[in-house]
Each structure stands twice: as structure tokens, then as C-alpha cells.
């Protein structure tokens, strides 16, 4: 009987910590990195669900990033990036980070099933930084990449490339992200655009044929972006992803109306409205944002007379508590009407119990020079 070491148990590895990939260590790696997306990496696993296995001990290598095209899962992918080298654990997936709702048939997975997957980390070397290459490189590269397909992407960084191979191997970036687009796979394919940026963001010193191919891919990227934070429905940042889109390009039609439409999911059909009718500023017979903006004035409206309403029930609230209150012609507790009734003194202590409530005494009564008391008038 083999004895099993547990040295960490629960662990939350997912990149949203949400749960849905918990790990638990059964032997510990070695040395301090991990692999970082775009690394090549080695793993033997197991893979099972409700203790049934349906992959045993599959040995393979792929790209972190890139590890579906194996059909590797999501979870899987993001539990590697956490594992040092020699490492052995038990990961716990999600269905969210597994097959989904749909599950798989060729595994007779069900739908939101939870799998383990036992995962040992062979070997793996790390992607290079886009920061290790030059200009000219990254240029280049991309070209190769786009001629030569994904592969070459995959083992070439930033870094390593000239101007031409970076412009290149980001627009091959940008139609891996159209692709994962396409099949809806919202955060992989924002994963790709990101990768766009990585590339080009600091590219800013170039010749004019470049430069204009580079802020192209920018902006394109930027806008790609920002339509997948609408589809995660994450606006804030969807709107901060246009506001980048229109530095670019401040008369962008596609820039204005996704940032309209962040606006809007958050409720703010003031600057809703004001972007819509950017967008027919340069495209008079857009009929998406005519529509946009008449649904916009409606939400105002609606909004305007709810707010009526509110205030008109509470004055109308006020006026009828004043109604009732017997002291509504009073300010701070005072008297604001200098007319004294006597029923206003129902209640008031006399002048000796207030005078015996503070331990004082009621003053002798005064009298004349003939010992009199002096009477007082009515």
C-alpha cells in the first residue's frame, strides 16, 4: 500500500479566486519559478471524475495559453502556472474551469461536472519577455508568425524580435483573439489582444509606414478589447479600453458607441446619450445609435419622473405630519409667534418645584417700610 504525503491542503490557485480550482500539493517541486504564459511545459496527469478516471497518466507537451488546441482544460492550464518544476498535486476543477454545462461525451462527462486531475510537472521553459527584443525583431517576427502559423508564435517573445516581427506576430496575436471571439471564449480571446498590446504598446518610435501599421493594430486592439469587457460585463474597464481607442483615433464611430453601450449597462444614460450622438456626429444614418438615443431619452424621462414622484411624496408626507404636529409653528423649540395662550403652561412646573428640583430656595416675599408685603396687581 503506497503512502501518500499531503503538504497542502485547500489551496485556492484560480486567477479570479473564486474556488473553482483548489489545490492540493502531494510532493513539492523545486527551485522558485513557474511557468508564465507561452511557456512550454511538460506534465503527466491523471484525470478523473466521481472516481471514475477517463484519462490515465497522459504524458504530452504544449503551450501554456494555447494547451486547448491538445484539448487541454482551462482549469488545467491555470493550475500548471502555479507549479513549480517536479511537482506532483491533486487539483480540483470547477465546471466553470472544466467542460462547462455542456460537458464531454467523449469522456461521458456530464454537464457541471467537477473533475481531479493528478498533475505532475515534468520539465518546462518559460517564455521570454516581450521587453528582450528590439523593434525591428518584434516586426519581423510577427510576419513569420502570420506566414508560418501559430507554432512559430508560440515559441518566439517580444523580446527576440525586430520592429517588423513584433507589428507581425501581433496581428497574428489579433486573429487567434478573433478566433476565440467567434466561439464566444470571451476571456481567451481578451487573453490574445492583451498579448497585442504586449508587443506594440511601447512601440512608439517608428517610421511613418510602420507607425501607421502599429496605432492601426492598437486601435483595433483596444476596441477588441473592449467589446470582450462588455461581453464579461466588466464596463469600467470596457470604457477605459475606448477612452484608449479614441486617443488614438478621436473620431472613431466604433470607439464611442461600445463606450455608449458601457454607459448604458451602468445605468448612465446621460453620458449614454451624449456618446450615441458622437457617433451620428460622424455617421449621420447610423441607425443602432438613433434607436440608442431614443431609448435613452425614454430612460431619462422615466428616470425624471420617478424622481418627481419621490419628491412630491415626500413634501406631501412633510405637510401632513406638520398637520398633526401641534408644535409645527415652533423653530429649534422655540415660539416663533409671540402670542402666549394658557394652555401652553399644561405640564410647566411651578416656580418652587423648579426652584426645590436645583436645591434652591423660593425668595423671601419683599416688604415696604411699614413692614408690609407689597401687593401685587393684577
Given at each position: 500500500?503506497e ?16 474556488g473553482?480550482i483548489?489545490r492540493?500539493?502531494?510532493?513539492k517541486?523545486?527551485?522558485?519559478s513557474n511557468?508564465n504564459?507561452?511557456?512550454t511545459?511538460k506534465?503527466k496527469?491523471?484525470a ?7 484519462e490515465?497518466?497522459r504524458?504530452?507537451?504544449?503551450i501554456?495559453?494555447e494547451?486547448?488546441?491538445q484539448g ?5 492550464e ?9 511537482e506532483?498535486?491533486?487539483f480540483d476543477?470547477?465546471?466553470s474551469q ?5 460537458g ?17 510537472l515534468?520539465?518546462f521553459e ?5 521587453w ?10 510577427s ?11 508560440k515559441?518566439k517573445?517580444?523580446w ?27 476571456r481567451?480571446?481578451k ?12 512601440e ?8 501607421e501599421?502599429?496605432n492601426?493594430?492598437?486601435l ?13 460585463e466588466?464596463?469600467s ?5 475606448c ?6 483615433d ?7 458607441f461600445r463606450?455608449?453601450t458601457?454607459y448604458?449597462q451602468v445605468?448612465?444614460h446621460?453620458s ?15 441607425k ?5 438615443i431614443?431609448?435613452?431619452?425614454q430612460?431619462?424621462k ?6 418627481k414622484h419621490?419628491y412630491?411624496?415626500m413634501f406631501?408626507?412633510f405637510a401632513e405630519?406638520d398637520?398633526r404636529?401641534p408644535?409645527s ?20 412646573m411651578?416656580l418652587q ?9 423660593m ?11 407689597h401687593?401685587?396687581?393684577?
Open positions: 500500500m503512502l501518500v504525503q499531503i503538504y497542502i491542503v485547500g489551496e485556492d490557485v484560480s486567477e479570479d479566486k473564486d473553482s483548489i492540493s500539493v502531494i510532493k517541486g523545486e527551485k522558485y511557468p504564459d507561452g511557456a511545459v506534465v496527469y491523471t478523473s471524475y466521481n472516481g471514475n478516471v477517463f490515465k497518466e504524458e504530452l507537451e504544449f501554456v495559453g494547451g486547448d488546441e487541454i482544460i482551462p482549469g488545467l491555470q493550475a500548471v502556472k502555479k507549479m513549480k518544476q517536479h506532483k498535486s491533486k476543477i470547477k465546471p472544466a467542460y462547462g454545462a455542456k464531454n461525451t467523449d469522456f461521458n462527462i456530464p454537464g457541471d461536472a467537477t473533475l481531479v486531475y493528478e498533475v505532475e515534468l520539465s518559460k517564455a521570454k519577455e516581450s528582450e527584443l528590439s523593434t525591428e525583431e518584434k516586426l519581423e517576427q510576419e513569420i508568425a502570420k506566414n508560418r502559423g501559430t507554432h512559430y508564435f515559441e517573445q517580444p527576440e524580435l525586430d520592429t517588423y516581427g513584433r507589428s507581425d506576430i501581433a496581428e497574428q496575436a489579433k486573429n487567434k483573439g478573433n478566433k476565440y471571439f467567434k466561439k464566444e471564449n470571451y481567451k480571446a487573453q490574445f489582444y492583451k498579448k497585442v498590446k504586449k508587443y506594440l504598446e511601447y512608439t518610435d517608428l517610421q511613418e509606414e510602420n507607425k501599421k502599429r492601426s493594430l492598437m483595433a486592439t483596444h476596441l477588441n478589447i473592449a467589446m470582450c469587457e462588455i461581453k464579461l466588466d464596463f474597464e470596457a470604457r477605459e479600453e477612452n484608449k481607442a479614441l486617443e488614438l478621436p473620431k472613431s464611430v466604433k470607439a464611442y463606450r455608449a458601457a448604458f445605468h448612465d446621460e449614454a446619450k451624449a456618446d450615441y450622438e458622437k457617433v451620428l456626429e460622424y455617421e449621420p444614418e447610423n443602432a445609435a438613433k434607436n440608442q431614443v431609448i435613452c431619452e430612460k431619462l422615466q428616470f425624471r419622473e420617478k424622481e419621490i412630491a411624496g406631501n408626507k405630519r398637520s404636529n408644535y409653528g415652533y423653530e429649534d423649540g422655540l415660539e416663533s409667534i409671540g402670542e402666549w395662550r394658557n394652555e401652553m403652561a399644561d405640564g410647566m411651578t418645584q423648579e426652584c426645590e428640583a436645583f436645591g434652591e430656595t425668595p423671601e416675599p419683599k416688604t415696604n417700610n411699614h413692614g408690609r408685603k401687593q401685587e396687581d393684577d
